[in-house]
């Protein structure tokens, strides 16, 4: 029988928790890298790829899902895995689901660790 609080994942996640911090951060700055890029459009670029309404989903709301999996991670990484699933569902492109899929990872994390966080709270 597993113990007490231990969870599916195991007693000690503090790998698993860095690791989403870690890439969440660099994720957060590659998506201000293209937003920038993409508010202040090279020349002779004049169309928008995206609709305001999917900018919100990413990398806004990914971004801000990050952000707050930082200190709550169960709601950031809900947040975040949410925001990317209604992106690519609304898309319906494969090669979103392929870019998106390694940026997601963090949200996973994400969830697994507040997943373990409220299992622990739970037996206690």
Do not use: N
Not at 34 to 43: C, D, L, M, N, Q
Not at 79 to 87: G, P, R
């Amino acid at each position: 029988p597993m113990e007490s609080g231990t969870g599916v994942l195991g007693p000690d996640l503090r790998y698993l928790v860095w690791t989403a911090r870690g890439a969440a951060l660099l994720v957060v700055v590659l998506c201000l890298l293209f937003a920038v890029g993409y508010a202040v459009p090279p020349p002779g670029f004049d169309h928008l790829v995206m609709q305001p309404a999917e900018v919100l989903l990413f990398p806004v709301g990914m971004c801000l899902g990050y952000l707050i999996a930082l200190r709550w991670p169960l709601t950031g990484g809900v947040l975040s895995l949410a925001c990317l699933a209604v992106f690519v569902g609304a898309r319906r492109e494969l090669i979103y689901v392929i870019f998106l899929g390694p940026l997601s990872l963090p949200g996973i994390f994400f969830y697994f660790y507040g997943m373990h966080l409220l299992d622990q709270r739970r037996a206690s």
